[in-house]
Every structure is written in C-alpha cells, then in structure tokens.
C-alpha cells in the first residue's frame, strides 16, 4: 500500500496534544486501555456518548451528527488525532469526520487497521468475525475487506448476546463460556483461520474465545490493532508524546449514572472520574 505522507499536518499537530477517543458508551474504553498500554505517555480525552447509546441501532444521519459534535469538542480541546473506537460510527461516520476534521486532526477508525492486518497477513482463505447485528448487518467488513483482497472470504455471525453479557459481568464464568460456546460452534463459523473481534466490547472476553480454539484461530482484537496502527502513524509523523509529565487523561460522559462510572472500571482497568458533558443544551 502507498504509504501516505501526512507532513503537511505538523505545523497544526504537537506531540504533547492529546488522543481523542470515542464511542457510543464504555465499549470504546478497551481501545483507550490498549492506546494507554502501548503508550503510557500519551495524554487521553475519552468522550462517551453515554445518552445515545447504542449507537447499533440507530440511523447514519443520527450517528453522523453525534459523532461530527463530539468530533467538534475534541478538536476544541487540541486532539491531534481523533480515534472513532466504535464500529457503527466508524461505518456510518468515519468519512464525514475526517472531512470536518480537516487538517486540524488525523482521524482513526477501528476497522480500516484490521482490514490492512487481514490484507497484510492472510490470504486465500476464511476469516471469521463476530459483532453486533448492527455491524455485520451493514457488511462494512465484508465490503472493505473485499476491496483489499479478493482472495478472503469472510464469515460473519452476529453475537448479540455478548455486549450486554459483558456490560452485566457475565465474564469468565460457566454462563458467558455456556453463551460464547453457543455462538462460535455456529457452522457460519467453520473451517476459518482467524477470527475478528467485530465489537469493542469483545477484548473482555477474548480469554474465552481464545481458549475456545485453543490455538487453531489467531483471535484479533481490533482495539490493539488500532493502538500499533496509531503509534505507527504518530512515530511516522514525529508527534509521539515526548513530555513525560501527562496532563492528566480526562473522560467526558453525555450522561452521568455513578453506576456507569463503577462499570468503566471493567473496560479501562482501573476506576475513572466522569464527567458530564452535555452535547445539546
């Protein structure tokens, strides 16, 4: 692939700005957890659209208008990259963000990366992902994939048992092993070399997949495929964060429950301070 060169940004961008992040709720929070553990330093605005959520089941020109507003309060705040850690934004949006992005910031999404993975170290055979009806209902995958390698065929089965799972605990037990089980033994999945993790959701219980196959499918996980893509880019473009003293990262909400806040604690691994921020007044 031509590499691109993104130089032209850099009278705009410094290091020492932030990550901007976002999703439709918490989900998006395993992108944050894989960005902060591969680059510790990097300071990270996380806005969750907390009072939209899901966004899986609402229309494009919805999606499109939270995501350019929050899009909007990032850039406020000095992002130098803007990264849509959600799948049904990243299918519905991603092209309107980085239009109204500009120059102003580099606009990531989470399933370009793993289509140039899937392109970069598999061909000639079955790939297999799960996600929410949403996702693979719209063929995002399917579509990119086939425009970047002809010779994959993808095997797509909606899990939509699996978000809610997760969000209620429902991990690393016999009844979320029970439910995975239930879905990966689907024949829509057979025969497939590696399996992608169409949901931001679904890093909490890639143990469980992985055991499941216990070595026979490579489990990718879309939120560290989009973190070595990021760090790639900003080590490409001189704008890795050289101050070792952060700023402190920040986690925005649209809506606030302090039940919510002690669930982010499952997705980023630690517990986070939220804070409200309303997007329409």
Same mark, same amino acid.
């Given at each position: 692939?031509?590499?691109?060169?993104?130089?032209?940004?850099?009278?705009?961008?410094?290091?020492?700005?932030?990550?901007?992040?976002?999703?439709?709720?918490?989900?998006?929070?395993?992108?944050?957890?894989?960005?902060?553990?591969?680059?510790?330093?990097?300071?990270?605005?996380?806005?969750?659209?907390?009072?939209?959520?899901?966004?899986?089941?609402?229309?494009?020109?919805?999606?499109?208008?939270?995501?350019?507003?929050?899009?909007?309060?990032?850039?406020?705040?000095?992002?130098?990259?803007?990264?849509?850690?959600?799948?049904?934004?990243?299918?519905?949006?991603?092209?309107?963000?980085?239009?109204?992005?500009?120059?102003?910031?580099?606009?990531?999404?989470?399933?370009?990366?793993?289509?140039?993975?899937?392109?970069?170290?598999?061909?000639?055979?079955?790939?297999?992902?799960?996600?929410?009806?949403?996702?693979?209902?719209?063929?995002?995958?399917?579509?990119?994939?086939?425009?970047?390698?002809?010779?994959?065929? %993808?095997?797509?089965?909606?899990?939509?048992?699996?978000?809610?799972?997760?969000?209620?605990?429902?991990?690393?037990?016999?009844?979320?092993?029970?439910?995975?089980?239930?879905? %990966?033994?689907?024949?829509?999945?057979?025969?497939?070399?590696? %399996?992608?993790?169409?949901?931001?959701?679904?890093?909490?219980?890639?143990?469980?997949?992985?055991?499941?196959?216990?070595?026979?499918?490579?489990?990718?996980?879309?939120?560290?495929?989009?973190?070595?893509?990021?760090?790639?880019?900003?080590?490409?473009?001189?704008?890795?964060?050289?101050?070792?003293?952060?700023?402190?990262?920040?986690?925005?909400?649209?809506?606030?429950?302090?039940?919510?806040?002690?669930?982010?604690?499952?997705?980023?691994?630690?517990?986070?301070?939220?804070?409200?921020?309303? %997007?329409?007044?």
């Amino acid at each position: 692939m031509r590499k691109m060169n993104f130089s032209y940004l850099h009278h705009l961008m410094k290091s020492s700005d932030p990550i901007g992040i976002f999703d439709s709720g918490i989900g998006g929070m395993t992108v944050a957890r894989a960005v902060k553990d591969l680059m510790p330093d990097e300071q990270i605005i996380y806005f969750g659209d907390t009072a939209h959520l899901p966004y899986g089941d609402k229309s494009a020109a919805a999606i499109q208008a939270y995501s350019v507003k929050i899009t909007d309060v990032l850039i406020q705040r000095g992002c130098k990259v803007i990264l849509i850690a959600c799948n049904s934004a990243s299918a519905a949006a991603f092209e309107l963000v980085k239009e109204y992005a500009g120059k102003k910031a580099k606009v990531f999404n989470v399933i370009d990366p793993v289509v140039a993975y899937i392109r970069e170290n598999y061909q000639k055979t079955s790939i297999g992902l799960i996600g929410t009806k949403q996702t693979v209902n719209s063929m995002v995958y399917q579509n990119k994939i086939e425009e970047s390698s002809n010779s994959v065929k %993808l095997k797509a089965l909606a899990t939509p048992l699996l978000v809610p799972m997760i969000e209620e605990g429902f991990i690393n037990n016999h009844i979320s092993e029970e439910i995975i089980h239930q879905y %990966l033994v689907n024949d829509q999945l057979k025969d497939i070399e590696a %399996l992608i993790l169409g949901c931001t959701h679904y890093p909490l219980i890639k143990k469980e997949i992985a055991g499941y196959y216990a070595g026979r499918v490579e489990v990718i996980d879309s939120s560290v495929t989009v973190a070595k893509a990021l760090k790639a880019y900003l080590e490409y473009n001189n704008l890795v964060r050289s101050n070792k003293q952060s700023n402190g990262d920040h986690f925005l909400v649209s809506d606030f429950t302090e039940s919510f806040e002690a669930t982010t604690k499952l997705f980023f691994k630690e517990l986070v301070h939220l804070e409200k921020y309303t %997007l329409w007044e």
